[in-house]
């Protein structure tokens, strides 16, 4: 059948393929939607093979939301109504499987303002841990223009191939930190609350991947392959959301 073959494309990691004969069948109501996971799935790619991070769990929503509208136009043809009960189960388990790596991506999310301060300390080490030693005691603060004035804005850029100026970059961590003695606590406190958050929502994921897989195998699908990344158990530094706005361009220093 048309669908199971699908199915078994996607489960299998054939996704291009999958998505180059959805395009050419699947009626108007669906387009839409199939060429947003299409838009998705290049740029999930496109960072895969630049080395900028692309996640396992950004690359398993857009398996369970490919899979769930294959389930979806099956149940919307089966006409005779074969096989439904297995279609019901297939679309229960993908429904609450993609929107669970829908909230887990979103804990994945990295912001402008995440990635400097995780580079920030990965390549000032002795510099980040001033900062935190001082805003935890109170003493000897520096101000974000001070910390700004000691880095290589230039280098995180490259780093990340961003697309943004200097000038751009400083305005806008200024804008965010300024005024805040406790701005880098702050934003490590809430990463691990991200962390620990994202954790619990994996063990319930992996329990209802374990029984979509047992359904899939019932049903006679093949679970081998470069699909699903079945047992995602790691969570990656997880990053404030909102951080992406490059702020003004006055340049002051202190």
């Given at each position: ?183 880098f606590i702050t934003w490590i ?66």
């Amino acid at each position: 059948m048309f669908y199971d073959e699908i199915r078994q494309q996607i489960i299998s990691g054939k996704l291009e393929i999958v998505f180059q004969t959805l395009n050419t069948v699947t009626e108007t109501d669906y387009k839409n939607d199939i060429q947003l996971l299409w838009f998705q799935y290049n740029d999930w790619n496109k960072r895969k093979n630049l080395d900028l991070g692309a996640e396992s769990v950004e690359i398993n929503r857009i398996i369970y939301s490919l899979l769930n509208l294959i389930t979806s136009f099956e149940q919307k043809e089966n006409i005779n109504k074969v096989n439904q009960a297995m279609l019901i189960k297939f679309n229960e388990h993908e429904s609450k499987l993609k929107e669970g790596y829908e909230k887990l991506s979103k804990l994945h999310k990295k912001g402008l303002l995440d990635l400097f301060i995780n580079w920030l300390q990965d390549n000032y080490p002795q510099l980040f841990e001033r900062i935190i030693n001082a805003e935890k005691s109170g003493n000897d603060l520096m101000d974000i223009k001070q910390i700004l004035n000691k880095v290589d804005l230039f280098k995180f850029i490259k780093s990340y191939n961003l697309n943004l100026s200097t000038e751009s970059l400083y305005q806008s961590i200024v804008l965010k930190a300024q005024n805040d003695n406790n701005f880098f606590i702050t934003w490590i406190e809430y990463k691990d609350f991200k962390q620990q958050t994202g954790s619990k929502l994996l063990i319930s994921i992996k329990s209802i991947e374990k029984h979509y897989k047992g359904i899939l195998e019932k049903a006679g699908y093949l679970l081998t392959g470069a699909g699903i990344m079945w047992g995602v158990t790691e969570l990656a530094e997880s990053d404030i959301d909102d951080d992406n706005d490059d702020g003004d361009d006055d340049d002051d220093d202190d």
